[in-house]
Nanobody, 125 residues
Framework: QVQLVESGGGLVQAGGSLRLSCAAS????????MGWFRQAPGKEREFVAA????????YYTDSVKGRFTISRDNAKITVYLQMNSLKPEDTANYYC??????????????????WGQGTQVTVSS
């Protein structure tokens, strides 16, 4: 089992920034990639960004490209999501996810094996 704990969510005005963190523990010695998803009320969970541990290739959904940056600290088994120029439509519960194996799409939640409890991001206009 792998445990994921997110932190860093909160309330911010449009145009502001937040940095989310996701720390992994437990049987966290084997992973291919980690990702961030978000889910707004009444909507499906959607892909935001992902990064593989080596060589650190990143993937983003179009709506956050140029505004969000995903990064990782291999030694700490922690992934970060730096969110700049936030918009009200970014408001959602943000979840980090653990992808154990190489197969499957980075963009599909079905490819991830473990999930955090989520952290709320609210962007006011």
């Amino acid at each position: 089992q792998v445990q994921l704990v997110e932190s860093g969510g909160g309330l911010v005005q449009a145009g502001g920034s937040l940095r989310l963190s996701c720390a992994a523990s437990g049987r966290a010695s084997s992973s291919y990639a980690m990702g961030w998803f978000r889910q707004a009320p009444g909507k499906e969970r959607e892909f935001v960004a992902a990064i593989n541990w080596s060589p650190g290739t990143t993937y983003y959904t179009d709506s956050v490209k140029g505004r969000f940056t995903i990064s990782r600290d291999n030694a700490k088994i922690t992934v970060y999501l730096q969110m700049n120029s936030l918009k009200p439509e970014d408001t959602a519960n943000y979840y980090c996810a653990w992808k154990t194996y190489w197969g499957g799409s980075y963009y599909s939640p079905n490819s991830y094996d473990y999930w955090g409890q989520g952290t709320q991001v609210t962007v006011s206009s």
